[in-house]
C-alpha cells in the first residue's frame, strides 16, 4: 500500500470490522479521525513498530479513547502488531479494550476518561525540552472533550512554556453524545480562541490527505509556540450512511449494514 | 514537617537528577531553595491541579520523579481523576505532597480541612499512603518515596511542629513499617499523621501504662509486623485527623479482621477509634480547638 488514501481505506474497514464483530459503539467517531491517522502516521511521525519504546520516537497520544478501533487498526498495518490480533478486540481477557490501552504496542496512554491526554502531553513536551531533546508530542483530541475544564488548563499553560514541539489536533467532528458541539455547547470560534490563549493555529480539511500533508509540514517549527490543528471532519466519514448521524456514537452495524459499509468502501 | 520534606527533597534532589518538583503556585518561603538550585527541575504550574496531575504523568512518563505539591484538597480531591487514572493506572513514579492535612489550616475553613483525602487515595491501586508523624518520620518518608519507583501520597502537617523522635534518630523507612515509639501494657495507640506528639505527650504527662506505635504508612501496612503487635495487646486505640469512614482506623480495621479471618491471628481485640465522626465543622478555629471540637482527644478511661 503506497497511498496514504489506501491505508486510510484499510482503517476503516478493520475498524468497521472490530466494532460489527463486538458490537462495539463509537464507529462514527473512528471513521472521522481515520484520514489524520494515516497521514501521520505513514508520512510524519519518526516510529519504529520494531523499537515502540525507542526513546527519540515521537510521541502520539490519542485523548478520545472510546474511538481506539481506528488506532488499533492504524497500528496493526503499520506493524506494531499483527493485523490479525485486532479480532481480539472487546474479547473477554483481551488486551485490546474498547478504549486505548498502554498494554499495547504503540500507545503510549490508556485513554478513556476525556480532558486528560493533553495534560499529560504537556509533560512529555516540557521533558523533551528540559531535556533538550527533539522529539515531538502530537495529540488528538475530539471536539466535545473540549467542554473539560482540563483541556483549558492545559490550552492556557503550553504557550507559557514555549511548548512548540506539542502539536495538538482537534478532531471537530461537529457532533457529541447528546447533540450537535453546536447545541451543546457552542465551540465557535474555536481558532479565535486558541489564537487568543496564544497558540499558533491552523484549520484544515481532515479528510483531504494532500492539505493534511501541507498542515503537519507546517507545524515543525520552533517558534516558540504550540500548534494547534483544528480538522474540520465528518463522523462516520467513509461510510455515507452513517456520516453525519448522532446514531452512530452508539449503534454498531448489523449484517447488512456492515456489509453494505465494506462494499461502498471498496468502491471508493 | 514541611521544612522537613523541603529540606530532604533538595538534599536528595542534589544527588537524583531525576526528582522534579511541581507546585499549584503554592509553597511560598518554602519551595524556593529548591527552584532556586534546581530551575531545570522545577515548575510552578499555576493554580491548576489537574494539568498539574496530567504534566505530572508525562513528565514520569520520561523517567523523572515526580512531586506535586500543594496545600489541603487541591493536589488530591480536586484532581482525584487524574490521579487514579493517569498517575496511577499507569503505574507512574508520581509523589503527591500535600501540606495541612488534617485541621492544620483549621481557621482557614472547611475547604482547607483535609479530612477525606486518605479514605479516598487508599482505594486506589498501586498508590502508596503515608503520613508520617513528625517532622522526623517527614524526613524519613521522604527520602523512602523519593527511592520507591511507583506512586505515593504523602500527606505532612504544617511548619513548626515538635518532634517526637529525636533529631539524632536516622530512621531509614522500609514499606509499610511500623514505628514504636513506647512499648508499654496491654494497651496499644495506634496513630498515624500529626497526632502522634499529642498521643504521646498524652500517655507521658498522664503516666498511663500503654504503648505508642506511629503509622507512618497508612497503606500497605507490614503484617507480619501488625501480627506481633497484635499478639501482645487487648485493646487497640486509632486514632487519626480524618473522617472515620474509610480513613486509618477503618484501614486497621479491615486488615486486622482479614487477619483473623486468615488465621494469622487467633483474637480480635478491643478496637476503640478515634477520628471525626462524619460532619463538617464550620466554625473558625485552631488546629487544637477543632481536634477537640471533632473529639480527636484521648481520656484516661479509654485506657
Known amino acids: 500500500m503506497k497511498y496514504t488514501t489506501d491505508i486510510a481505506r484499510e482503517i476503516r474497514k478493520l475498524s468497521l470490522k472490530m466494532v460489527y464483530a463486538a458490537k462495539a459503539s463509537h464507529i ?26 525507542n526513546p527519540d520516537r515521537d510521541r502520539f497520544l490519542l485523548s478520545k ?8 487498526a492504524t497500528l496493526a498495518l503499520k506493524g506494531f502488531f499483527p493485523v490479525k490480533d485486532l479480532d481480539k478486540y472487546a474479547k473477554d481477557g483481551s488486551k485490546f479494550i474498547s478504549h486505548t490501552s498502554h498494554y499495547i504496542p504503540g500507545i503510549e496512554i490508556s485513554a478513556g476518561s476525556l480532558g486528560h491526554a493533553l495534560p499529560v502531553c504537556c509533560g512529555l513536551a516540557l521533558a523533551a525540552k528540559r531535556k533538550k531533546k527533539y522529539w515531538k508530542t502530537y495529540c488528538l483530541i475530539s471536539d466535545g472533550e473540549l467542554d473539560e475544564g482540563s483541556n483549558w488548563e492545559s490550552i492556557l499553560m503550553a504557550p507559557q512554556l514555549k511548548l512548540d514541539n506539542l502539536i495538538l489536533i482537534v478532531d471537530y467532528n461537529k457532533i457529541q453524545s447528546l447533540g450537535s458541539v453546536k447545541d451543546v455547547i457552542d465551540l465557535n470560534p474555536l481558532s479565535e480562541k486558541f489564537l487568543a490563549f496564544r497558540w499558533e493555529t491552523f484549520e484544515v480539511d481532515g479528510h483531504d490527505h494532500q492539505a493534511l500533508k501541507n498542515v503537519f509540514a507546517n507545524v515543525q517549527e520552533s517558534n516558540a ?34 456489509n453494505d459499509a465494506i462494499k461502498e468502501l471498496n468502491n471508493q | 514537617m514541611r521544612t522537613a520534606f523541603i529540606n530532604q527533597l533538595i538534599h536528595e534532589a542534589k544527588t537524583n537528577e531525576k526528582i522534579f518538583l511541581l507546585v499549584g503556585d503554592l509553597g511560598f518561603s518554602v519551595v524556593e531553595p529548591f527552584s532556586e538550585l534546581f530551575p531545570e527541575r522545577y515548575l510552578n504550574v499555576g493554580i491548576a491541579e ?9 513528565l514520569a512518563m520520561e523517567g523523572y520523579c515526580v512531586f506535586i505539591y500543594s496545600i489541603g484538597n487541591f493536589p488530591t480531591l480536586r484532581c482525584m481523576e487524574q490521579i487514579r487514572y493517569d498517575i496511577c493506572y499507569h503505574n507512574l513514579n508520581v509523589k503527591i505532597v500535600a501540606v495541612g492535612g488534617g485541621f492544620a489550616y483549621g481557621p482557614l475553613g472547611a475547604s482547607h480541612h483535609a479530612t477525606e483525602e486518605i479514605g479516598m487515595l487508599r482505594t486506589i491501586p498501586n498508590l502508596v499512603v503515608c503520613a508520617p508523624g513528625d517532622p522526623v518520620e517527614a524526613k524519613a518518608v521522604t527520602t523512602f518515596v523519593s527511592n520507591y519507583n511507583g506512586p505515593c501520597y504523602i500527606r505532612i502537617g504544617k511548619a513548626g511542629e515538635p518532634l517526637v523522635h529525636t533529631e539524632e534518630s536516622d530512621i531509614k523507612l522500609s514499606i509499610g513499617e511500623i514505628l514504636r515509639i513506647r512499648k508499654n501494657g496491654d494497651t496499644a495507640v495506634f496513630s498515624t499523621g500529626a497526632m502522634l506528639k499529642y498521643v504521646v505527650d498524652f500517655v507521658d504527662q498522664n503516666n498511663i501504662v500503654a504503648s505508642i506505635y506511629s503509622f507512618p504508612f497508612i497503606k500497605p501496612v507490614n503484617k507480619e509486623t501488625l501480627i506481633d503487635i497484635l499478639n501482645s495487646y487487648k485493646k487497640i486505640i486509632t486514632i487519626e485527623e480524618h473522617q472515620a469512614q474509610g480513613g486509618f482506623g477503618s484501614a486497621i480495621l479491615e486488615l486486622i479482621n482479614d487477619l ?3 488465621k494469622k491471628v487467633s483474637l480480635l481485640p478491643s478496637i476503640k477509634r478515634i477520628a471525626i465522626k462524619d460532619r463538617f465543622y ?17 481520656d484516661k478511661k479509654f485506657f
Open chain 1, 28 to 53: 462514527g467517531g473512528a471513521l472521522s479521525m481515520v484520514d489524520i491517522l494515516a497521514v501521520l502516521y505513514n508520512e510524519f511521525l519518526n516510529i519504529d513498530p520494531s523499537n515502540p519504546d
Open chain 1, 225 to 258: 509556540k504550540p500548534k494547534v490543528i483544528i480538522a474540520h471532519t465528518i463522523k462516520g466519514k467513509g461510510v455515507s450512511f452513517m456520516e453525519d448521524k448522532l446514531l452512530w456514537h452508539y449503534r454498531s452495524p448489523n449484517e447488512d449494514q456492515f
Open chain 2, 50 to 58: 489537574q494539568n498539574m496531575a496530567g504534566i505530572a504523568a508525562g
Open chain 2, 260 to 262: 483473623l479471618e486468615e
Open chain 2, 282 to 298: 464550620s466554625v473558625a478555629g485552631s488546629q487544637d480547638y477543632l481536634r477537640k471540637l471533632a473529639g480527636l482527644v484521648l
Open chain 1, 65 to 72: 479513547g472510546h474511538t481506539c478501533t481506528g488506532l488499533y
